[in-house]
């Protein structure tokens, strides 16, 4: 990069930084208002790119060469021991991808915690191996997740949008196992995504709440009242991005989190009083010891 060039974004950051707008002190509560965050490499710079498109993609198919990239790229995340403890169903058949999550695009992505290959291993060699805890699902699903956010990374790289989703665990979700033909134990479909070319471009990229409440320093610090009079204020704020939809004032709220919490969350009011699908689903892949369900 020319030299001239280079000064001025390095100047340019210092004044966002020395007048508090991209950085301020700890303990202030800030959004990231998108487009004001530092780029400083080409991997910071996808990362300051990412976005989610809500919705169908269209039907362009996205080259081979970059499903192959991505795929490689996405088994690249750190997991534990090196084991992989999740298989990733790569689905083409838009119907399918419709089945399984509600959405479409040119290529979807099922990621499940999965032991299975491991087992059939371990048996192939006579080792025992008893992967049916939680301690197992919770590091696989750790590992399940790094693993679509660096696919989501790749692809944004690459020029290409993505959705992550979890619409595989809305509706009935044992669909999955007949649709994708899943193992009934120690597989369980996790995370879902989307790739291809949205319908159109987003209005806008999200915000993100940052600094207290979010970024706790040496330790765990409760939000004070005065902290959430400001998170609440930088959700109004149309500037920051933070809300989920736009027209919440029109639908006769005060604060965006007002919708949120009785609109979006409906439902999510009352303490759950029957075990949950997914939980009865987790103890069926036997990943629940059974002292605990
Ligand atoms: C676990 C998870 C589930 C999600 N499910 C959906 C979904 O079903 N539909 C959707 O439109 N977006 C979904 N999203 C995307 C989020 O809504 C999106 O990441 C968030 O609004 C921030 O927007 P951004 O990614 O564009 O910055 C999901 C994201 C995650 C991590």
New binding site residues.
């Given amino acids: 990069m020319d030299e001239h060039i280079r000064r001025r974004r390095f100047c340019r950051q210092s004044v966002l930084l020395g007048t508090g707008l991209v950085l301020s002190g700890a303990g202030r509560t800030r959004a990231v208002a998108p487009g004001n965050e530092p780029s400083a490499n080409g991997t910071l710079e996808t990362i300051g790119r990412?976005?989610?498109i809500?919705?169908n993609f269209t039907d362009q198919a996205i080259p081979e060469s970059d499903l192959q990239t991505i795929l490689d790229a996405t088994v690249r995340a750190a997991n534990a021991s090196n084991m992989q403890t999740y298989s990733i169903i790569v689905v083409k058949d838009r119907a399918k991808m419709q089945a399984v999550c509600g959405y479409q695009a040119s290529c979807l992505l099922v990621y499940c915690v999965d032991h299975n290959r491991l087992k059939a291993l371990a048996q192939s060699l006579d080792h025992p191996y008893h992967p049916g805890n939680m301690v197992s699902f919770i590091t696989s699903g750790i590992n399940t997740i790094l693993a679509v956010q660096t696919a989501a990374i790749a692809a944004r790289s690459l020029g290409l949008d993505y959705?992550?989703?979890?619409?595989l665990h809305r509706g009935d979700m044992r669909r999955q196992w007949g649709l994708l033909d899943l193992p009934e134990e120690h597989c369980y479909p996790l995370?879902a995504l989307l790739l291809g070319y949205p319908t159109q471009e987003p209005a806008h990229?999200?915000g993100r709440l940052s600094g207290a409440g979010v970024i706790h320093h040496e330790k765990y610090q409760p939000l004070t009242p005065e902290q959430a009079a400001e998170i609440t204020k930088q959700y109004d704020d149309p500037n920051s991005h933070l809300a989920?939809i736009d027209n919440w004032k029109d639908q006769g709220h005060k604060h965006y989190l007002d919708w949120l919490f009785t609109a979006w969350l409906r439902g999510s009011e009352t303490p759950t009083e029957r075990e949950t699908q997914m939980f009865t689903l987790l103890k069926r892949s036997g990943y629940v010891e059974p002292q605990a369900g």
């Fill in positions: 990412l976005r989610t809500h919705g959705l992550i989703t979890n619409g995370i990229k999200k989920l």
